[in-house]
């Protein structure tokens, strides 16, 4: 099997993507593994920030910005302590490279379309466990997500589920 090189994670900042994250970090983060914390917001009320990042997502956001409430709030994510000292020790302890990138729009197709943007070797995310008429109504993301992207993925469920 080859070596997993980078990983992208699916964050709501709900209860099971925290405990993705945290499965990701146990799991493969490790000197010269990347990543990525990938979070999809419905279609931005600003219309140029529709325009600018409609198709390719946000720039690439580096650790030490991802941080800062004020640059967060530049592509209307709010920060979330949580998630922060999770990635900062995972930064620090395991010396893993980490980075944010947002999209705007579906999040059964954005986290497609992350798999091949970012490059990903593998995609770890949440599953919220849904009640089967909730599931058929909603639709799952996560299983819109395993059928369709093309690397592996991993679903954490939460243990109490």
């Known amino acids: 099997m080859a070596k ?5 994670v699916a964050i709501d900042f709900s209860k099971s ?8 970090i146990d ?10 914390i990938i979070h999809v917001r419905p279609q931005s009320l600003d219309e140029s920030r529709n325009l600018l990042w409609a198709k390719s997502g ?9 941080r800062e409430p004020e640059v967060m709030k530049n592509y209307e994510v709010e920060t979330d302590i949580e998630v ?3 990635c900062d020790t995972a930064a620090r302890q395991k010396e893993v490279a980490i980075v944010t ?10 986290l497609c379309e992350a798999v091949e943007d970012l490059k990903l070797d593998s995609l770890v995310m949440g599953s919220r466990g849904l009640s089967g008429i909730k599931r058929i109504l909603l639709g799952s993301v996560t299983n ?10 991993t679903i954490v469920k939460d243990p109490k589920a």
């Open 84 to 86: 922060i000292d999770m």
């Open 27 to 36: 799991n493969f983060a490790e000197k010269g593994v990347t990543l990525y």
């Open 101 to 110: 990138k947002v999209y705007w729009g579906d999040a059964r197709e954005k």
């Open 58 to 66: 946000s720039p690439l956001i580096p650790l030490s910005e991802f």
């Open 17 to 24: 993507s925290k405990q993705a994250l945290q499965w990701a």
């Open 144 to 153: 819109f997500v395993m059928t369709n992207a093309t690397c592996p993925v």
């Open 4 to 8: 997993v090189k980078t990983v992208g």
